[in-house]
């Protein structure tokens, strides 16, 4: 086979990816069909293009979208043809899935995790049978060879759906990481025309913002490629040709936490440091492993304190110390939310001395309880640790939200509308129309034609989180959360998220095209202080809500519903139709008793419905079947 292999490399310019081209060639000759997964840009098309080159395959490409339905994946009616020929095969137009699958030739996907779930569940037939149906034409055979080889976005990215089981399980998955620095200067070289030096240079450049704490996302090979072909052309040859080149290639390809002038910032700060002339300006001093002061309000942080100061029975500082140390370096997230209750700064200082890695998968699998590690000690680490956590956190919160939001179905249903091309249409509609018009079928237009469409159940909504002073970790974990759901139930939608304590705040406009890690950022954030003033909070909710474009906007509110300023908040919810009343536990139970009272009170008015939850890790569930019922 390494002759095979040494073959498919020399034809297609692939550099290194032995063993992923050997898995893909195998999986492919026992009829497997393969999922690969990886960041963007590590070559995963260039492969499955390879692999269908040599097995001699016809190669049909799909790129995931939400707009891709069942009928354009697998084919569609054209309505004039049917009309004027009936259901015959001529009338019939395939999708690529069935050319492919007809063709014994590859279906790949890319991004096949943004495809809808009824498109993705199209595929099982011809997976599992390997055959297709089709409605009023029957059963579509594939041919042998027929492969699908499908590409996988991160789960905690915005916009994607999660596969069902059924689907995984008919899928051998191929995992692709960066490639080693060395096969990464050979791509460029090889890719950009590049001279050996410039390729290094470029390379060096682009992974150094892959490990930079100011990035979320660093840039890909072919952000090096780029890089290194522009470098050429400039004859760059100094640091501020480098600065100039990189400023045209990065900002627009990373995702920092900031805006895009702090993402220019951070490629020039990167560029000087890898050609060694230090960032401009002061240099930071060594950093302590206590990094800043907690802000007012801070439910989490108390002021600072001295080595040892604080201590109690429950043990000494050197002794929480000790026990951090062993619990990060294991992954402990749980045990150092425990020994931050005794010494948040012994935790801290473990933290920053063994750094993060060895807590990353123990935040993903966990997010409630890292949001409130990342609460309890955020003030006391490095700043740049201190991004890098808060990065980990969102990313865990994000991938949580989805989970969450895959857990329901139905979300979606049939809409009669204006017909495109690959649509499904109302045939029986279509042909009322026309006979109203007096049109004759050779005269048919798509105009005449009545399409039918999927639609999400609810596009409008308007959220509103109690951000009072009795919000701690594990409700900012479910505020959060809350956040990350209706974003994913919501995509294409609009929907307002919105925080109150003694005054209401807007954490995301309904318009507002915000980044959803941002919004979880910023939730994360939050300094719960303050009064509780119910009744302004469901006024900002209307004034917010009446600037959605759609009308079937839904109001959720999520409170223990102990209001002490404002005044009775119940006049105010009689206006807010519909509202949806969430109602979470108080610590007392004759202060819950009172909330939920007052929560069953202000859903009455409004005509619309209450829940009361036992525990607070219940609520973005609750919001889910809320957003979708």
Same mark, same amino acid.
């Given at each position: 086979?390494?002759? !095979?292999?040494?073959?498919?490399?020399?034809?297609?310019?692939i550099v290194g990816?032995?063993?992923?081209?050997?898995?893909?060639l195998?999986?492919?000759r &026992?009829g497997r069909?393969v999922?690969?997964?990886?960041?963007?840009g590590?070559?995963?098309?260039?492969?499955?293009?390879?692999?269908?080159?040599?097995?001699?395959?016809?190669?049909?490409?799909v790129d995931?979208?939400e707009?891709?339905t069942?009928?354009?994946?697998?084919?569609? *009616?054209?309505p004039p043809s049917?009309?004027k020929?009936?259901?015959?095969?001529?009338?019939f137009?395939?999708?690529p899935?069935?050319?492919?699958?007809l063709a014994?030739?590859?279906?790949f996907i890319?991004?096949?995790?943004r495809l809808?779930?009824s498109?993705?569940?199209?595929l099982?037939?011809?997976m599992?049978?390997?055959?297709?149906h089709?409605?009023?034409?029957g059963?579509l055979?594939?041919r042998?060879?027929?492969?699908?080889?499908?590409?996988?976005?991160?789960?905690?990215?915005?916009?994607?759906?999660?596969l069902?089981?059924a689907?995984r399980?008919?899928?051998?998955?191929?995992?692709?990481e960066?490639?080693?620095?060395?096969?990464?200067v050979?791509?460029?070289r090889l890719?950009?025309s590049?001279s050996?030096?410039?390729?290094?240079?470029?390379?060096?450049?682009?992974?150094?913002?892959?490990e930079?704490?100011?990035?979320?996302?660093g840039?890909?090979v072919?952000?090096a490629?780029?890089?290194?072909a522009?470098?050429e052309?400039?004859g760059v040859?100094?640091?501020?040709?480098?600065?100039?080149a990189a400023?045209?290639?990065?900002p627009q390809?990373? !995702?920092?936490?900031?805006?895009?002038?702090?993402a220019r910032?951070?490629?020039e700060r990167? &560029?000087?440091?890898?050609?060694?002339?230090?960032?401009?300006?002061?240099?930071?001093?060594a950093s302590?492993?206590r990094?800043?002061?907690?802000r007012?309000?801070?439910?989490?942080?108390?002021?600072?304190?001295?080595e040892?100061?604080?201590e109690?029975?429950k043990g000494?500082?050197s002794?929480?110390?000790?026990r951090?140390?062993r619990?990060? +370096?294991?992954?402990?997230?749980r045990?150092?939310?425990?020994?931050?209750?005794v010494?948040?700064? +012994?935790?801290?200082?473990?933290?920053?001395?063994?750094?993060?890695?060895d807590l990353?998968a123990?935040?993903q699998?966990?997010?409630?309880?890292a949001?409130?590690l990342?609460?309890?000690? #955020? *003030?006391?680490?490095?700043?740049?640790?201190?991004?890098?956590?808060?990065?980990?956190?969102?990313?865990a919160?994000?991938?949580?939200?989805?989970?969450?939001a895959s857990r329901?179905?139905?979300?979606?249903l049939?809409?009669?509308?204006?017909?495109?091309?690959?649509m499904?249409f109302?045939?029986?509609?279509?042909?009322q129309?026309?006979?109203?018009?007096g049109?004759?079928?050779?005269h048919?237009t798509?105009?005449?034609v009545v399409?039918l469409?999927?639609?999400?159940r609810?596009?409008?909504a308007?959220?509103?989180?109690d951000?009072?002073?009795?919000?701690g970790?594990?409700?900012?974990a479910?505020?959060a959360?809350?956040?990350a759901?209706?974003?994913?139930?919501?995509?294409g @939608?609009?929907?307002?998220?919105?925080?109150?304590?003694?005054?209401?705040f807007?954490?995301?406009?309904?318009?507002?095209?915000?980044?959803?890690r941002?919004?979880?950022s910023?939730?994360?954030?939050?300094?719960?202080?303050g009064y509780?003033?119910l009744?302004?909070?469901?006024?900002?909710?209307?004034?917010e809500?009446?600037?959605?474009?759609?009308r079937?906007?839904?109001?959720i509110?999520?409170?223990d519903g102990?209001?002490n300023?404002?005044?009775?908040?119940?006049?105010?919810?009689? #206006?807010?139709?519909?509202?949806?009343v969430?109602?979470?536990?108080d610590?007392?139970?004759?202060?819950?008793?009172? @909330?939920e009272?007052i929560?069953m009170?202000l859903?009455?008015?409004?005509g619309?419905s209450?829940?009361?939850l036992?525990?607070?890790q219940d609520v973005?569930?609750?919001?889910a079947r809320a957003?979708s019922g």
């Amino acid at each position: 086979m390494e002759s !095979e292999l040494d073959e498919i490399r020399g034809r297609h310019g692939i550099v290194g990816r032995e063993r992923e081209l050997r898995l893909i060639l195998m999986a492919a000759r &026992v009829g497997r069909h393969v999922l690969l997964e990886g960041p963007v840009g590590v070559g995963k098309t260039l492969l499955a293009r390879a692999v269908a080159d040599h097995l001699g395959r016809e190669f049909v490409r799909v790129d995931g979208d939400e707009r891709i339905t069942e009928s354009k994946l697998i084919g569609y *009616w054209d309505p004039p043809s049917v009309l004027k020929m009936g259901y015959v095969r001529e009338a019939f137009v395939e999708g690529p899935l069935t050319r492919a699958a007809l063709a014994g030739g590859v279906l790949f996907i890319n991004e096949l995790n943004r495809l809808p779930e009824s498109a993705q569940n199209a595929l099982l037939p011809v997976m599992d049978e390997g055959i297709i149906h089709v409605p009023h034409l029957g059963i579509l055979r594939a041919r042998e060879g027929f492969l699908i080889i499908a590409t996988q976005n991160p789960e905690e990215s915005v916009g994607v759906t999660r596969l069902s089981e059924a689907l995984r399980d008919r899928f051998v998955l191929v995992r692709l990481e960066y490639q080693s620095e060395e096969e990464e200067v050979e791509i460029v070289r090889l890719r950009a025309s590049a001279s050996e030096e410039v390729a290094e240079t470029a390379v060096k450049i682009v992974r150094a913002t892959r490990e930079d704490p100011s990035i979320r996302r660093g840039g890909s090979v072919r952000s090096a490629i780029d890089l290194a072909a522009l470098a050429e052309e400039m004859g760059v040859s100094g640091v501020e040709g480098w600065v100039e080149a990189a400023l045209m290639v990065l900002p627009q390809r990373i !995702e920092v936490f900031g805006s895009q002038e702090e993402a220019r910032s951070v490629v020039e700060r990167i &560029v000087r440091r890898v050609l060694g002339e230090g960032e401009r300006g002061n240099t930071p001093a060594a950093s302590r492993w206590r990094g800043g002061t907690p802000r007012d309000g801070d439910d989490e942080g108390e002021g600072e304190r001295e080595e040892g100061e604080g201590e109690s029975d429950k043990g000494t500082y050197s002794d929480v110390l000790r026990r951090a140390r062993r619990a990060a +370096a294991v992954g402990g997230v749980r045990e150092l939310v425990e020994l931050a209750e005794v010494n948040r700064y +012994a935790v801290a200082r473990a933290i920053s001395e063994g750094g993060l890695g060895d807590l990353a998968a123990s935040i993903q699998r966990d997010p409630p309880a890292a949001v409130r590690l990342y609460r309890q000690v #955020r *003030w006391y680490v490095r700043e740049d640790l201190r991004r890098v956590f808060r990065s980990l956190v969102t990313k865990a919160i994000v991938r949580g939200g989805f989970l969450i939001a895959s857990r329901v179905r139905g979300r979606s249903l049939t809409v009669r509308g204006s017909y495109e091309p690959g649509m499904d249409f109302d045939g029986d509609e279509t042909i009322q129309k026309m006979l109203e018009s007096g049109k004759l079928p050779e005269h048919l237009t798509y105009d005449d034609v009545v399409g039918l469409d999927r639609a999400e159940r609810s596009r409008s909504a308007v959220i509103i989180l109690d951000a009072s002073g009795s919000m701690g970790g594990l409700k900012i974990a479910s505020a959060a959360l809350t956040a990350a759901v209706a974003s994913h139930l919501m995509r294409g @939608g609009e929907y307002a998220v919105l925080g109150f304590n003694s005054h209401p705040f807007v954490l995301k406009g309904g318009s507002e095209r915000r980044d959803l890690r941002e919004l979880i950022s910023g939730i994360l954030d939050l300094a719960p202080v303050g009064y509780t003033n119910l009744r302004s909070a469901l006024s900002t909710a209307l004034s917010e809500g009446r600037k959605l474009s759609r009308r079937d906007r839904r109001f959720i509110l999520i409170t223990d519903g102990l209001y002490n300023v404002g005044g009775d908040p119940r006049l105010e919810a009689a #206006r807010l139709r519909g509202l949806f009343v969430i109602h979470v536990p108080d610590s007392s139970p004759r202060g819950s008793r009172l @909330g939920e009272r007052i929560c069953m009170d202000l859903s009455k008015v409004a005509g619309g419905s209450f829940l009361r939850l036992d525990r607070l890790q219940d609520v973005p569930l609750a919001v889910a079947r809320a957003l979708s019922g």
